[in-house]
């Protein structure tokens, strides 16, 4: 935790409300994301027993399992589930633009990708479950599903890893995105309850945010965002509600248990479109819509995968797929924090507190200045800034600017509050620099030594040929009759 | 002989004998090597070895002055090997490597000699050609990730390392892979011996670095069921000052660790940052005096004066490493991070201690393999700066580190690491001096 | 001994269970839950009284569905346990045997139930038959300062070729392969309990105690279905810290001899167990024994609320968690660290860093904010 988010905190104990952390949003909002909010019965790995969904805060769509132990009963849920989600999603699939590539075919792109917003990670964690325990079901056969329900699983596998990847926006956690950008008064733990962080960020008039974080924390008011319900619900209401359901299954047995679940999930809807609201507050960062963009990518490619008819996701990464996803997230982070950083003075003051980043005022400045005879002759300008950061760079540090993303400088020297740096990417092919590329005498400039510069890896085997030291080529996928009766209880 | 220890050398030439004579029998050998228990020479040896027999080797380091300290080495070893190296495009030839290695960026540049050196990254771009012998180095430092990349490039090969220091490390949650066989994140070792768990793993049991004083307490303390010993035997190196001493703290501790080969130079207990001023002034001033009482260091390689880049100063931390250097520590002396002192040798080193001035440990800060790496770099003597008090945030800390199935079971645990090298250093205490 | 009885008043100690031992580590600093936890202190009742009850509760579906998976696993005389078994310790068990070391009829004492495992155990080691045998329900027992606690038997302990292993099982699903980390963990530490105390038990009965391996064996739900699946687990590290947590528990004398004598956490229950002692009185006795909060407490001491309260009362700086603590460098109250970060207070010896950092981050803050 840096120095400056632990003192957003305690300036959060001071007054009351959380402080924040962000002067800008780090993640893309939709227009018209989807809300989902899944409960599980207690005990079980992954037996649905309740979900409200929908993009229309006025409208939510309750589904119920009556009995959550009964097979049948979940895979109809999982059907009613992919009812809701199949068009939500694959509207987004109308719409594509061509995407112009360098020394490549151009491809489609789709305009705009679904979002869903679930309450915290233990809701993602749970929707990764149930994509897991509904992807390899078939509709045909002893045990059929509805021929939706293997797409749902498909689709929330998708979403759930995406999740994963550093700086994606296609499935957000309330809790995350919000403690990304507001600082409470309480601890991180304490903080994935989204009600009680919530109270901190907004508290109703009359209260102090610590005041509205108590009160949170009681389920009777403030019934748990799920999946797991409260133990005294499940006690006192749930459970004779679903003995009731057992002993006469009917109508009126399944609408006593949505109205108990929907008392559990209503307040929970109504906090997660306080979520959206308060995000929106927020002006987006450059950074995120260029992450928005990769994510339509990464949904238009998945999209396609599932036309032309490819398997379900494997249940695990094979050692090369594991390696390549690796590269792709390490490199996604790197990007992530740069580009975070270089969006908002806020988060770049974290690195300016540990002396990884300054900023300062131009002191003197050389644009002419050149290195190399000749053909060879660059452009190496030459600039000396003051600074009352604690600078800790060694000689030969690359630099990044958020004013001049192009650019790439080098860290000459630092002699007390005086940094000389060196330009030496970015400033073009001409004999002079162009006027407004180097920053003059009396500006304010900020350095940091964060890249989002993209190296590749090199390229990784084809699986099937994993070397020896990795077990060799993996036995190809035949999808096995075990995994789609596999039972779900 | 019978029932006679053989002499150190004795015993660590029978394993270098058993290794060499294992390479043709098995597709993949591994070799356990201590703290400066002669991995190049190993590595130097096998690839003398390995290039008599007139196939062509392929050898893997991890980062590109491994690479270049091992070309010095093979030079020094079989002169008449043609050896090359390759290297990216911005790679600026040191001088010690001058002349010794044909260099390129493409193999084809680099004619055809018998042994070609690089790092794991420029390999994995080396293209299709594949070798029938390989040596991989650091082999525990290399994430398996990179292994994968290269390992296609090789028939056979001797992977060598140290599997007390650290851990590869990713700045990404790895959750996902954890407990597979081929999780991208474990050592490229752990995941050649999970999938052929039959290859002979060999160890190597003498430092040649350590002396007496430090082997067995880094032995215990980090490798506790595959200990090694030192390879010089107590007394045989001395460490004495030609400058007279002013009793201060610092001479005093300097002088501990002088005669005892420890000395942990201990400063009153408070919280502090970790950037603690008053402990990074001890360690840079314990160098500076360190060299102001010109020692000279006297072992089986004769006398000799330690200079100034004889000596280095460890810390867990860059921002550590940052604020040591600015406080002035003599010109030569090396300052870095755990991470980046590993593989390498001083004679006397300067440690601050990882859990200084802390109030809770972090899994980070516990980490056995990082405090093996700061207390096993010296042939002589190691100076440890701490602040009073780590015994009793040791004590006060809570076990609540989550289980993966599957994933087998690291030893030793930092926690007990910490303790037992604690445990000896009380022995070797000097209260600090009040500053000014 | 008579120390301990009067810290906890006249009702019998809180006994011991495996978990409540494996929660030992859960924050060892804590010389309040130290020595509460060493007089057998019921932790739950007295933060009722003080009016912060315990956040913690199980719902019954998940107490349902590990009863019965338990019984599944157990049925007909441990036969899906059996099958488990062969696959996993790839070992030919063409029959065994199943002793339930609980069923002695009547309604007996821990103490000779204890003794009655303590019996067939004995000859279950002196034994070299190679048959697999189960003993289900152990009565172990374990010393914790001084007193003896006797662990609810819901394990199993499995005999081969004169080895033993402790069999754990669990409800919550290994889904390809992989847990919840968490309730592994939870899962590690309590069964290193069973093994230590059955460790315990050989040595006293004078043989080896390394023949209770230390590769637990794990039995959970596999994937979404009910199919019982077994994993072998090392526990070598949390034994290493249970052991370490036991010792210290036998050093808590020494907290205790700096308490007053009068000290006592009674809650004085009427005829119908209803506590009488005054709040205010008992909540003095309980701040008399310094805490260390810390926001993990919240899932792993019963007094969680109380010394949360308590810590915000005092503005300190252990609420917002251990890694804010450990960015403030050691400053230990919100409004001391705030003082440092305006300038309203001069620093103190050895705070000159700390302040430095705090004036830069509130100024940087100031700037960008
Ligand atoms: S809740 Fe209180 S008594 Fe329990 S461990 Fe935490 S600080 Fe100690």
């Known amino acids: ?489 | 002989m019978i029932g006679a220890m053989p002499s150190p050398a004795a015993e660590a030439a029978a394993v270098v004998d058993a290794v060499l004579d294992d390479l043709p029998r098995h597709r993949g050998v591994v070799v356990d090597s201590p703290p400066g228990a002669g991995k190049s020479t190993l590595v130097v040896r096998a690839a003398g070895h390995l290039a008599e027999s007139g196939e062509p080797l392929m050898i893997v380091a991890q980062t590109n002055e491994q690479v270049d300290d091992l070309i010095v080495r093979l030079a020094e070893e079989h002169p008449g090997l043609p050896v090359g190296r390759l290297s990216a495009s911005d790679y600026v030839v040191p001088a010690r490597v001058m002349g010794k290695a044909a260099v390129g960026t493409k193999l084809p540049e680099l004619g055809d000699p018998a042994v070609v050196v690089a790092t794991a990254d420029k390999w994995a771009w080396a293209g299709d050609r594949t070798w029938p012998w390989a040596i991989v180095d650091e082999a525990y430092q290399m994430r398996s990730d990179k292994l994968l990349r290269v390992a296609g490039m090789f028939e056979r090969a001797l992977f060598v390392g140290d599997p007390g220091q650290l851990d590869p490390f990713s700045v990404v949650d790895g959750d996902r892979w954890a407990g597979l066989s081929w999780d991208p994140l474990q050592s490229a070792v752990a995941v050649l011996l999970r999938h052929n768990p039959d290859l002979p793993v060999h160890r190597l049991p003498v430092s040649w670095r350590l002396p007496a004083s430090a082997a067995p307490v880094v032995s215990e303390a980090f490798y506790p069921f595959t200990g090694f010993r030192a390879g010089t035997e107590p007394g045989e190196r001395r460490l004495v000052f030609r400058a007279g001493g002013m009793r201060t703290a610092y001479d005093r501790a300097l002088e501990e660790a002088a005669s005892g080969g420890w000395a942990l130079y201990e400063l009153p207990s408070r919280h502090t940052l970790r950037t603690d001023a008053e402990a990074v002034q001890a360690a840079a001033l314990l160098a500076t005096r360190l060299v102001q009482r010109a020692p000279v260091a006297i072992s089986e390689r004769g006398e000799r004066p330690v200079t100034a880049e004889r000596i280095a100063i460890g810390a867990a931390h860059r921002d550590q490493v940052a604020a040591i250097l600015a406080a002035g520590p003599p010109p030569g002396v090396t300052v870095d991070t755990a991470n980046r002192l590993q593989g390498r040798e001083y004679d006397v080193t300067i440690v601050l201690h990882p859990l200084s001035g802390r109030r809770d440990a972090t899994a980070f800060h516990l980490e056995s393999g990082r405090l093996c790496v700061l207390t096993s770099r010296h042939r002589h003597a190691c100076v440890v700066v701490a602040r009073a008090g780590i015994p009793e945030l040791l004590d006060a800390h809570p076990s609540a580190e989550p289980v993966r199935l599957n994933v087998p079971v690291k030893f030793p645990d930092g926690w007990e690491a910490n303790q037992a090298v604690l445990a000896h250093l009380a022995g070797h205490r000097v209260e600090a001096a009040p500053l000014r | ?369």
């Open chain 3, 1 to 369: 001994m008579e120390r301990f009885d009067r810290l906890r008043g006249a009702v019998p100690a809180r006994p011991h269970d495996a978990r409540a031992i494996a929660a030992l580590a859960a924050n060892p600093g804590c010389a309040r839950r130290a020595v509460m936890d060493a007089a057998g202190v019921d932790k739950d009742a007295t933060a009722t009284h003080l009016g912060f009850p315990a956040p913690f509760g199980q719902s019954p579906f998940a107490i349902t569905r590990g009863n019965a998976f338990e019984a599944l696993v157990k049925d007909s005389g441990c036969a899906e346990l059996l099958r488990l078994l062969r696959e996993l310790l790839g070992l030919p068990i063409p029959l065994a045997a199943y002793t339930d070391l609980g069923d002695i009829g009547g309604n007996p004492s821990a103490h000779l139930r204890h003794a009655h495992t303590l019996k067939l155990i004995d000859r279950a080691a002196r034994d070299d038959d190679e048959a697999g045998t189960l003993y289900d329900h152990p009565l172990l027992r374990l010393e914790i300062a001084g007193h003896t606690s006797y662990l609810e038997p819901d394990v199993v302990a499995f005999r081969l070729a004169g080895r033993f292993h402790i069999v754990e099982i669990k409800s919550f699903a290994i889904v390809d392969g992989q847990a919840e980390p968490d309730k592994v963990a939870a899962a590690a530490r309590q069964a290193a309990v069973y093994v230590l105390a059955l460790r315990t038990m050989l040595a006293e009965l004078g043989h080896d105690p390394a023949r209770v391996s230390h590769e637990v064996v794990l039995v959970c739900p596999e994937n979404f279905a009910n199919r019982p699946a077994g994993t072998l687990l090392d526990v070598r590290r949390e034994l290493a810290v249970l052991r370490r947590q036991l010792s210290r528990m036998a050093r808590v004398g020494a907290i205790v001899d700096g308490l007053p004598e009068e000290l006592t956490f009674d809650l004085a229950p009427d005829a119908d167990g209803v506590p009488t002692r005054p709040v205010p009185e008992l909540r003095e006795a309980v701040r008399t024994v310094g805490a260390r909060y810390a926001p993990e407490c919240l899932s792993t001491c019963d007094l969680c609320f109380f010394c949360r309260d308590e810590a915000a009362a005092g503005g300190s700086t252990e609420l917002l968690g251990r890694q804010v603590r450990d960015a403030l460098g050691g400053v230990a109250t919100v409004s001391e660290a705030l003082g440092l970060a305006d300038g309203s207070l001069t620093p103190g010896e050895g705070q000159e860093e700390i302040a430095r950092l705090l004036r830069l981050a509130d100024r940087i803050y100031a700037e960008a904010g």
């Open chain 1, 1 to 489: 935790m840096s120095t400056l988010a632990a003192l957003a905190r305690l300036r959060a104990v001071r007054t009351g409300t959380a402080q924040r952390l962000a002067t800008v949003r780090h993640c893309h909002l939709s227009e018209r994301p989807m809300v989902f909010i899944p409960l599980r019965l207690a005990g079980e790995a992954a037996a649905p027993l309740a979900a409200m969904v929908g993009t229309d805060p006025g409208h939510p769509h309750l589904l119920v399992v009556p009995q959550p132990r009964d097979r049948d009963l979940r895979f109809a849920f999982a059907a009613e589930l992919a009812e809701i989600v199949l068009p939500y999603v694959e509207g987004f699939l109308k719409e594509t633009e061509t995407v112009e590539r360098r020394g490549a075919e151009p491809y489609e792109r789709c305009a705009d990708a679904p979002q869903l917003l679930v309450p915290g990670r233990s809701a993602l964690a749970f929707t990764l479950l149930l994509g897991r325990s509904t992807r390899f079901r078939r509709a045909e056969g002893p045990h059929a599903v509805h021929p939706s329900v293997p797409i749902l699983g498909r689709w929330l596998t998708f979403f759930a890893q995406r999740a994963r990847h550093p700086g994606s926006a296609l499935l957000l956690a309330a809790t995350e995105a919000l403690s990304l950008h507001w600082a409470t008064g309480q601890s991180a733990l304490e903080d994935a309850n989204l009600a009680s962080l919530i109270g901190w960020i907004d508290p109703p008039p009359g209260t102090t945010g610590a005041d509205a974080a108590r009160e949170a924390e009681d389920p009777l008011v403030w019934p748990p965002a799920g999946p797991a319900t409260d133990p005294g619900f499940d006690a006192e209401v749930l459970a004779p509600a679903i003995r009731a359901y057992e002993e006469a299954p009917g109508e009126r047995a399944a609408a006593r248990v949505a109205e108990a679940v929907r008392t559990q999930l209503d307040p929970t809807w109504r906090l997660m479109w306080r979520a959206v609201d308060l995000l929106r507050g927020l002006p987006e960062g450059r950074g995120a819509s260029a992450r928005w963009e990769t994510d339509r990518g990464s949904f238009t490619a998945f999209a396609e995968q599932l036309a032309e008819g490819g398997p379900p996701q494997p249940k695990h990464d094979g050692a090369v797929a594991a390696a390549s996803r690796l590269a792709r997230m390490e490199r996604a982070q790197a990007s992530y924090d740069a580009q975070r950083a270089y969006d908002d003075p806020l988060v770049m003051a974290a690195y300016r507190l540990t002396g990884e980043a300054f900023t300062g005022t131009v002191v003197a400045s050389d644009p002419a200045n050149a290195e190399g005879e000749g053909r060879g002759r660059k452009l190496r300008p030459l600039l000396t800034v003051r600074t009352g950061d604690p600078v800790r760079l060694a000689t030969g540090t690359k630099l990044g600017t958020p004013d001049r993303r192009g650019q790439q400088a080098e860290v000459v020297e630092v002699d007390g509050e005086l940094v000389t740096l060196k330009i030496v990417k970015g400033m073009g092919r001409g004999k002079v620099a162009t006027p407004g590329a180097v920053p003059e005498v009396g500006d304010q400039v900020c350095y940091a030594a964060l890249s989002d510069e993209y190296q590749p890896p090199a390229s990784l085997p084809a699986p099937e040929e994993t070397p020896w030291t990795h077990g060799g080529p993996p036995p190809e996928y035949v999808p096995s009759t075990e995994d789609d009766q596999e039972e779900w209880s």
